[in-house]
T-cell receptor, first 110, second 116 residues
């Protein structure tokens, strides 16, 4: 069983829809990362959060440490949001080594 | 934040050859990591690049296959040695431990390697 699991694995949405991607983890963590990977392969760090909620533009990330669950929301989705979204948790201790979820492939259609 | 560049961005190599990938950061960082992403898979940590000492490899990865250098706090290289088609992947470096920063990690653009 992967220590970091995401759902759904694939998601197709129409432009303008509200999107939610979920991440559950089984390890105790200090913070959770949300990353975005475009088809070329490069990865962009979207959020790192340890509690509550963070917002950046149309992106919102929430985390519930007690339930070991995090969600990434995209409001007013746009085709340029199409990418793979990955959550990742530190391996433990004070290290920056990350365990990655399998990713959610999002396709937003115009 | 940190700006990370990788060279090459992509390459097509022949079986049995070796490729060295460079990772350059625009500021000094404490930690540098090398990841592999095989087709359709998530990222897997290969090793932590340690400045001035041997890299720390994760289970399943060995120095003879993936030698790593880190001569200073802004630069590292990963070599994929004696390549086979199974080494076809995206290789990414990431950095953490920026001065005055938190545990946030930043990723390079990746190197897409195809081995024929």
């Amino acid at each position: 069983k992967n220590e970091v699991e995401q759902s759904p694995q694939n998601l197709t949405a129409q432009e303008g829809e509200f999107i939610t991607i979920n991440c559950s983890y089984s390890v105790g963590i200090s913070a959770l990362h949300w990353l975005q990977q475009h088809p070329g392969g490069g990865i962009v760090s979207l959020f790192m959060l340890s509690s509550g909620k963070k917002k950046h533009g149309r992106l919102i990330a929430t985390i519930n440490i007690q339930e070991k669950h995090s969600s990434l929301h995209i409001t007013a989705s746009h085709p340029r949001d199409s990418a793979v979204y990955i959550c990742a948790a530190p391996m433990g201790g004070a290290t920056n080594k990350l365990i990655f979820g399998t990713g959610t492939l999002l396709a937003v259609q115009p | 934040s940190a700006v990370i560049s990788q060279k090459p961005s992509r390459d097509i190599c022949q079986r049995g050859t070796s490729l060295t990938i460079q990772c350059q950061v625009d500021s000094q960082v404490t930690m540098m990591f090398w990841y592999r992403q095989q087709p359709g898979q998530s990222l897997t940590l290969i090793a932590t690049a340690n400045q001035g000492s041997e890299a720390t490899y994760e289970s399943g990865f060995v120095i003879d296959k993936f030698p790593i250098s880190r001569p200073n706090l802004t630069f590292s290289t990963l070599t994929v040695s004696n390549m086979s088609p199974e080494d076809s992947s995206i290789y990414l470096c990431s950095v953490g431990g920026l001065a005055g920063g938190n545990n946030e990690q930043f990723f390079g653009p990746g190197t897409r390697l195809t081995v024929l």
